[in-house]
């Protein structure tokens, strides 16, 4: 879990005369599918996902009503009912497997770091800016909720460089809303920049 | 009352650092080496590596200047980084390299020798790489 | 020779000036995207998806071909200089390639990676132009039951070959094809898991789901485990060999090429254990055997060639039946479908020029990718200095466009957060993505399929599994299904060595941990 802190490296601090810390190795393979006990119960939670979306498929397909046309045994029924059930199997199966301690493993990357845990408070900010944009787009129009998902994201993901940022999140909103626009002939939401653009 | 320099692996870097040990010869000082970055980029160019790091502190070893080094990376900027070090340390000088910048990339990029120099609390010494 | 005169005509396609542009800017495109940390091919793809809403299918697939082509060689640029595979399919270039580069053979290293690919994928794409003709003589028979059979075989190879647990790809299949399902039944006519939300009705977007899974997703997934500390990038000026490099080249080039390109268009998935294949082999043969685990250059041409002759494998299977392999291919083919066209059989009589043209431009992408890489290693290498926050909200952002654009409603910004929301958590609790996409795209199909040959059969089950054909697919699924475990087992009891499947896979005790879910970064 993290801190919430934007630090995530810890800073050598200076030690003796000709002393150094070593960089920090770049964690490319970690180990980290063995993780302790805590974690278990959200691998249940895949298990609980998986069997609430089987069920829905099942009820859903129960609801279905078949041609009097259909033939044989396979109507409009059938084919939910069997990713209902193939997700209900998975759900029982994956339960099994993870009270014999199996753990999904983690997705590593050329990017990842899977030292430290997910960090929530970048996540949360993401989602925010998201949110922000499909709240605003309608209102404020693309240039300028386009403008507040780049900004609120470069700020989510650690940069500090406000000035430089706004103006970089607005040469890429309202470029884009040219390029669509006279490129593609797609008209995004113009919203208070209208009679500007 | 040590003297700080920040190191980056340039020309300019590389001046700034002779300079330095310079100094704290001349002043009898103990040296402190900086090399900060951001970490925000798969590659970052301030970043010493571990070959150019070792080979940095072999030049302070033979130089026979007290000192000590620190590598850190930290999500704030370099410029901010070599001033929290002159600050704890109650640096005496600061040492930077500097290097010609047009006001447009300085203006979208930042300046970390223009930090530096406006707002450190002792002096500062800024060093160009040689010109050959 | 039916597949040569249709090039020719191909290449009148491909090599008029608009057309010709659009190739330059997909493997200009793809390559850059490629080199930048995080960005694959299947997520470029899929980031580029809204233009098919305006674009003509030709120079969609063409412009999408480059990416498909440099999407891979930008890959094993930062492998060599790195060591940070970013498709799995450049995991084995890493270990020799980097080597090589810390040596200070760099420039030989991107040679190697560069010409390797440029001869397997032109050999590749030859062979794509040879069988496709070929197959698609011999699918022109194949019925619904047959086609049904394939596509089981697809998901079944998807989900068991690649992975490391059965059962997290089985239920990322079940996810794929319960977001496929979503929408009106094509034969009743009803709403099946719509929730009553009209603008379900349609079926959620394929641009969407995609975007979501592959863009969103994974830009969430690495922005909440970003890597903080810089990698130490190898100094190197260019990229060039000497006449011993060529020497020792050119034969695991043409070797890597054999396998991949069989290994790519078979539905067993991907470049992953080709490439590892190739390795193995290079390692067997080469006449320096002590180079090997220290940077040796047979060890990078071998898995490169291979890596790129098992992608023009892929579109083997994805042009002429509509099976896709790999992430990237499945993104392609929801591209096709987008502009209504469903690739399969009859896809070379009804589009003719789309595909041979496509075919030729893979030709020209490829020369273009070599004449741009070779000179052009150290513009590359500093596409790696962009700082991250920048680059994800990039994603984000044009991940954002695409999906608004699909239907200019917030509705699907919605989906797409929900999507995306999937897509973290499928990484986080190791859910491969891969099975999920190709579910999605071709879970729908295979349900008109298996309905075709049950109407057929009058609603008897042996409808499915009547032919010659289909039995045969049935007995290499069975033996799929069983063989892995029975093998495993027998070597348990043996008390052999540790578990080789693939994702195990150790070369000189240095464990690989390739991702086969990583296809689609």
């Not at chain 1, 770091?113 to 944009?133: C, E, K, M, P, Q």
């Not at chain 3, 010409?115 to 397997?120: H, K, L, N, P, V």
């Not at chain 3, 579109?315 to 790999?326: C, D, K, N, S």
Request: aromatic share 6%; hydrophobic share 50%; proline share 6%.
């Amino acid at each position: 879990m993290s801190t919430g802190k934007d630090t995530v490296v810890p800073s050598g601090t200076t030690g003796g005369p000709g002393a150094s810390l070593p960089p920090v190795p770049p964690d490319r393979v970690p180990d980290a599918t063995r993780d302790s006990t805590s974690k278990n119960y959200s691998e249940y939670g895949v298990a609980v996902l998986l069997l609430a979306l089987g069920v829905w498929a099942i009820t859903d397909a129960m609801s279905l009503t078949d041609l009097a046309s259909s033939k044989g045994p396979v109507g409009a029924k059938t084919v939910p009912m069997l990713v209902g059930g193939l997700l209900v199997l998975m759900a029982i199966l994956l339960a099994v497997d993870i009270a014999r301690g199996g753990r999904g493993e983690q997705e590593g990357g050329e990017d990842v770091d899977l030292s430290h845990g997910s960090d929530w408070r970048t996540i949360g900010l993401l989602a925010g800016a998201f949110v922000a944009n499909a709240l605003l787009i309608e209102r404020i129009g693309w240039p300028l909720s386009g403008a507040i998902l780049f900004f609120g994201t470069t700020y989510a993901l650690g940069s500090r460089h406000y000035v430089r940022n706004a103006i970089i999140s607005l040469v890429m909103s309202v470029g884009s809303w040219y390029l669509f626009y006279a490129g593609l002939g797609i008209k995004l939401p113009v919203g208070l920049l209208k009679g500007i653009l | 009352m040590p003297i700080v320099v920040g190191y980056v692996p340039s020309p300019e870097g590389r001046a700034a650092l002779g300079r330095a040990i310079e100094e704290a010869r001349l002043r009898g000082r103990r040296l402190v080496v900086v090399n900060a970055s951001r970490g925000d980029a798969l590659v970052d160019r301030r970043h010493a590596s571990a070959g150019e790091w070792e080979s940095v502190q072999q030049q302070l070893s033979d130089s026979g200047v007290e000192f000590e080094v620190t590598q850190q990376i930290e999500a704030r900027d370099p410029g901010d980084q070599v001033l929290d070090v002159a600050q704890q340390t109650n640096a005496e000088l600061i040492v930077i390299g500097l290097r010609r910048r047009t006001p447009v990339g300085k203006l979208i990029m930042g300046s970390q020798a223009q930090t530096i120099l406006l707002e450190a609390d002792c002096p500062v010494l800024a060093v160009k790489a040689a010109t050959s | 020779m039916d597949g040569i005169n249709s090039l020719i005509e191909g290449f009148g396609t491909a090599l008029t000036p608009i057309n010709l542009l659009y190739a330059f800017l997909g493997v200009l495109l793809g390559t850059a995207i490629g080199v930048l940390p995080g960005i694959g091919p299947a997520m470029t793809i899929a980031l580029l998806l809204p233009l098919t809403y305006t674009l003509e299918p030709t120079q969609a697939f063409i412009m999408f071909a480059g990416i498909y082509y440099g999407g891979m060689y930008g890959g094993s640029t930062t492998s060599i200089l790195l060591n940070t595979p970013g498709e799995s399919a450049s995991v084995i270039t890493a270990i020799e390639g980097n080597l090589m580069a810390k040596k200070g053979r760099a420039a030989a290293a991107l040679a190697t990676a560069a010409i390797g690919s440029f001869i397997a994928g032109t050999i590749g794409t030859l062979g794509l132009a040879l069988l496709a003709p070929v197959i698609v003589k011999l699918a022109v028979q194949m019925g619904a039951p047959d086609y049904f059979a394939v596509m089981v075989l697809a998901f079944i190879a998807v989900t068991t070959v690649l992975g490391s647990s059965k059962v997290r790809g089985l239920a990322s299949l079940g996810i794929g094809l319960l977001i496929g399902l979503v929408g009106i039944d094509p034969t009743s006519g009803q709403q099946r898991l719509t929730l009553g939300i009209p603008e379900l009705a349609d079926g959620i977007d394929v641009v969407v789901v995609a975007v979501g899974l592959f863009a969103v997703g994974e830009a969430l997934w690495v922005a909440a485990h970003l890597r903080r500390s810089p990698l130490e990038i190898v100094k190197f000026d260019g990229a060039s060999m000497n006449r011993k490099d060529w020497s020792r080249s050119w034969k695991p080039w043409l070797r890597g090429t054999a396998i991949g390109f069989p290994f790519g268009a078979v539905p067993a998935g991907g470049a992953e254990i080709p490439t590892f294949l190739s390795y193995a082999m290079e390692k067997k043969l080469t006449k320096h055997p002590e180079e090997f685990g220290k940077g040796a250059i047979e060890g990078v041409a071998g898995p490169e060639a291979t890596n790129n002759a098992s992608a023009a494998g892929g579109l083997v299977p994805l042009l002429t039946l509509g099976i896709p392999t790999t992430a990237t291919a499945a993104i392609m083919l929801g591209a096709f479908q987008s502009y209504g066209i469903q690739p399969g059989p009859r896809l070379l009589d009804t589009q003719p020029e789309l595909v041979w043209g496509l075919i030729a431009s893979l030709f020209i992408g490829n020369t273009i990718l070599l004449a741009l890489n070779l000179p052009l290693a150290g513009v590359w290498a500093k596409l790696l200095r962009i700082p991250r926050p920048y680059l994800y909200a990039g994603i984000l952002f044009f991940a954002s466009i695409g999906a608004y654009a699909a239907n200019n409603s917030t509705f699907d910004l919605w989906l797409l957060i929900i999507i995306g929301a999937l897509g973290f958590f499928m990484r986080r609790y190791g859910l491969p993505v891969v099975p999920a996409i190709i579910a999605i795209i071709l879970g729908p199909v295979a349900e008109e399929q298996m309905r075709r040959a049950l109407q057929i059969s009058n609603g008897e089950l042996s409808g499915l599994y009547n032919t010659a054909f289909s039995q045969v697919v049935y007995v290499v699924i069975a033996l799929l299904l069983v063989v892995p475990p029975v093998v495993r087992a027998v070597r348990k009891r043996r008390g052999g060595d540790s578990d080789n499947g693939p994702h195990g896979l150790v070369v000189d005790d240095q464990p690989l941990h390739a991702h086969a879910n990583q296809e689609g970064l």
